[in-house]
């Protein structure tokens, strides 16, 4: 009664094993296979009747009283892992054969040239890579090369324009200068002569002396 935990146990651990193996060739083409399709399908077959024995079995076992003789016995599983085992372990441990040996080592061969192409590929794309990113570079120097002297002539123009309006506030201002220096002229052309101060006392002595007549003195 003890053992037979255990021995369901290893049953099961032998169910795990054979469904590993199976899901491993199941993956592979038949070009990396050796084993036969039948094989592959008995060991299958006898996967799944084994894991239905167990099943039913052990419903059956677990309605049973225990003063009742068990169903599922120690030897039944035992017999039952022992034949899953030896048909696994014998296709595991097939020889392989040397035709396929053969297509293996073709196939690694044909898995480096791929390999070694891929490589010179990549090799060629960095070459190209490293070439266009130097006229990239190159371009892209004169394009900047182009942007400083564009820069240059706007400033260079810049500053003509300010030279130009300094000239001329500079000539407005020498005109502005003659006009206040040149003396007015008549609507002739001819300068307007400045007027001279009056004197005065000049003027009293160049009037003519008026003499009042006799008779229109005033008696005394």
Known sequence: MKDRPSAIADLKQAFNLT??????????????????????????????????????????????????????????????????????????????????????????????NVTKSEEVKTE???????TTDGAKSETDEAKADEAKADEAKADEAKADEVKVDEAKTDEVKIEDAKAAEEPETKDDGKPVAEEEPVDEKKEEEEKPLQIEPEGKKEEL
């Open 19 to 112: 469904e590993i193996f199976l899901e491993k060739i199941a993956n592979q083409t038949e070009e990396l296979r050796y084993h036969t399709t039948v094989e592959i399908e008995n060991l299958e077959k006898l996967l799944n009747e084994t894991k239905n024995w167990l099943d039913s079995t052990s419903a059956e076992q677990d309605k049973l009283p225990e003063n009742v003789d068990p169903v599922l016995k120690l030897d039944a599983l035992k017999t039952k892992r022992a034949a899953l085992e030896r048909d696994l372990y014998y296709l595991v441990r097939k020889p392989i054969p040397q035709w396929y040996k053969d297509k293996l080592n073709k196939l690694r061969e044909a898995l480096l």
């Open 124 to 130: 060629n794309v960095k070459s190209d890579g490293e």
